[in-house]
């Protein structure tokens, strides 16, 4: 590095990047604006280049040979273990590196103890900082974050402190860097993606992060529309699996229709079996044996009688009482067992006392331990619960 130049550090996320040069007394930030930058991607090459040529020139930035440190968020990582082949972790690679939703992609591998870590970025956002700082700087290193290590916590961005450590730490920390290209100029029109990447060639032996370079992988063009065909599929084995339970549940339903109806034709035989009752017979509840009659505003109630399986035949009798009322709109509906047992009569605010007590007393010749209730937001007029 020549006498005249001097030593930088830049710590870049995605809303902001922090800049000290030797000798500051504490760091430059510079925020990006909404419309040059977002979600990791460069919306205005030409706007941000301009932005920070302003920035340089404005705080008369010293020429530095700068160590760039990419923060977590600007990062995609991927672990591998070192345990599968050669050609099956290489393709296991090139198949993350193609998901990375950037234009052209900047890649390195890294190789630890019994597992490699695969990090990529934009590169169009690397390279619109090395052709800015190229004026009277050059970025020569250009790292992530999480090498450094947990002595580096760069959560609310670069202090003094760090950046001058991670200065007397330059020359270890050079081999880590990712590929940089000065020479890179993006296209306005991109015709396809590429991938800058750095690769161990060796990954077997070695326990230290060691890491290699390797040239560029190729992209396969039909990578999104495997995904999309997969995509596909899955969404219509939802549609059959849902189709199927609907199936399933109708078909239970007409299961329950049916045995209602023939409980009811079993009640209207015994009903004509026995045209009348003494006043000494007592009912199997031991109520007296008082026949009621419906009122036309009960006759035009809506009733749902719900139940768990244990009810389904003292559910079907309800129905049979409510109908030879004269309730004309009472259904029946299963449903999931509770830890809430009881046997309840819920009515709406518009039901009378006495159209409350006369079906409850329906309920219980069934169930004798039914109890009324009443709920404001019920969707019937009745709700009967037996669980």
Not at 6 to 27: C, G, K, N
Not at 67 to 95: G, H, Q, T, V, Y
Request: one cysteine or more; a neutral charge; hydrophobic letters at 40%.
């Amino acid at each position: 590095m020549p006498e005249n130049k001097t030593f930088a550090v830049i710590y870049l996320d995605t809303q902001y990047f922090d800049y000290y040069a030797l000798h500051f007394q504490t760091p430059l930030r510079f925020t990006f604006t909404t419309d040059t930058v977002g979600h990791m991607d460069v919306l205005s090459i030409d706007k941000l280049t301009g932005q920070l040529t302003s920035f340089i020139t404005n705080y008369k930035l010293p020429s530095a040979s700068i160590l760039l440190i990419l923060s977590d968020r600007m990062l995609f990582c991927k672990e591998f273990n070192l345990i599968a082949p050669d050609s099956s972790e290489n393709e296991d690679i090139k198949n993350f590196l193609d998901m990375v939703p950037f234009e052209h992609v900047l890649s390195k591998v890294y190789k630890l103890d019994r597992k490699i870590i695969v990090a990529a970025t934009n590169q169009d956002f690397i390279n619109v900082f090395t052709r800015a700082f190229k004026v009277s700087s050059q970025i020569d290193v250009c790292i992530p974050s999480f090498l450094l290590g947990k002595e580096f916590n760069l959560d609310k961005g670069l202090s003094n402190e760090y950046a001058r450590l991670l200065i007397e730490k330059l020359g270890s920390i050079k081999m880590w860097s990712l590929p940089l290209d000065h020479d890179y100029v993006a296209p306005v029109l991109p015709k396809s993606r590429t991938v800058n990447n750095a690769h161990s060639d060796n990954l077997k032996d070695s326990t230290d992060l060691q890491p290699e370079d390797q040239p560029k992988l190729n992209k396969p063009n039909n990578t999104r529309i495997f995904a999309m065909v997969g995509i596909f599929l899955l969404l219509i084995g939802i549609l059959v699996f849902m189709f199927i339970q609907q199936s399933i549940q109708n078909n239970k339903a007409d299961a329950l229709a049916k045995a209602n109806n023939q409980a009811k034709l079993k009640q209207q035989q015994a009903n004509a079996n026995n045209n009348s009752i003494t006043p000494n017979t007592v009912l199997p509840t031991g109520e007296p044996a008082t026949a009621f009659t419906a009122t036309t505003e009960e006759q035009n109630l809506t009733v749902s009688v719900q139940y768990t399986t244990n009810y389904a035949s003292q559910a079907a009798q309800i129905v049979n009482n409510l109908n030879g009322f004269g309730i004309k709109n009472v259904s029946s509906l299963p449903i999931s067992s509770s830890s809430n047992k009881q046997i309840v009569v819920l009515t709406s605010d518009k039901l009378s006392a006495a159209s409350r007590q006369r079906i409850l007393s329906q309920v219980q010749k069934v169930e004798s331990n039914a109890i009324l209730g009443s709920n404001s937001q019920l969707s019937v007029d009745v709700l009967i619960l037996l669980q």
